[in-house]
């Protein structure tokens, strides 16, 4: 069955740097778009990355210059990579598959 698994989430300072990983077995992510979210503590669900099949990236506003998406094809994994993090960008983060699977999130904490 297919399976979706975030993983790295932790707790840094503002200007700290983490790398989420999001995992899949039972579909192979290169034939699939994924988006990441991020859930507030209100849990709203806001979009923040979208990777496309041809590699094609989507950042949202707040984030863009600062967090990059990217696949390795042979582990199966989509990357994650957040820099320069504020306290805005805490929450938990969903990695998102084929508009239909989630994970089950990794948490991000920034504070001082």
């Known amino acids: 069955q297919v399976q979706i698994a975030e993983s790295g989430g932790g707790s840094v300072q503002p200007g700290g740097s983490l790398r989420l990983s999001c995992a899949a077995s039972g579909i192979v992510l290169r034939d699939y778009i994924v988006h990441w979210y991020r859930q507030t503590p209100g849990g709203q669900r806001n979009l923040v990355v979208t990777?496309?099949?041809?590699?094609?990236?989507y950042l949202a506003n707040s984030v863009k210059g600062r967090f990059t998406v990217s696949r390795d094809n042979a582990k199966n994994i989509v990357y994650l990579q957040m820099t320069d993090l504020t306290p805005e960008d805490a929450g938990i983060y969903y990695c998102?598959?084929?508009?239909?699977?989630w994970g089950q999130g990794t948490r991000v904490t920034v504070s001082a």
């Open positions: 990777l496309t099949t041809i590699n094609a990236t």
């Open positions: 998102r598959v084929a508009d239909h699977y």
